[in-house]
């Protein structure tokens, strides 16, 4: 298990216990938590619902081409952007802190 937190779009705080043994992305993790995060697409790079914003000094893997051309898509992209669906639960995202970005409607 690892920490992360997930900074709402009201600027609450949710530190989750993240499981690193399922196989899990942190998209479906807020989604556990009940947390708004719609992945309409099921985790498939093909939408931008779970667009965040890294908020801190993590390393993390490079997103992979479908996560940039759906950045390039998505609204209110910014440097620190990310797609949930694509950051897999790992031991490395411990501490992991980031804000859900705004929806466009």
Do not use: W
Not at 38 to 47: I, N, S
Request: glycine share 6%; charged share 30%; net charge negative.
């Amino acid at each position: 298990m690892v920490k992360i937190t997930v900074i709402d779009r009201e600027d609450k705080p949710h530190v989750l216990d993240a499981p690193t043994d399922m196989s899990m992305n942190l998209m479906e993790l807020c989604k556990a938590y009940e947390l708004p995060v719609e992945g309409t697409c099921g985790g498939m790079a093909l939408c931008s619902t779970c667009h965040c914003y890294v908020q801190n000094d993590i390393e993390l893997p490079e997103p992979s081409e479908d996560e940039e051309d759906m950045l390039d898509q998505a609204f209110f992209v910014e440097d620190n952007s990310r797609l949930g669906c694509q950051l897999r639960l790992t031991d490395e995202l411990d501490g992991l802190v980031v804000k859900l970005a705004p929806t466009a409607g």
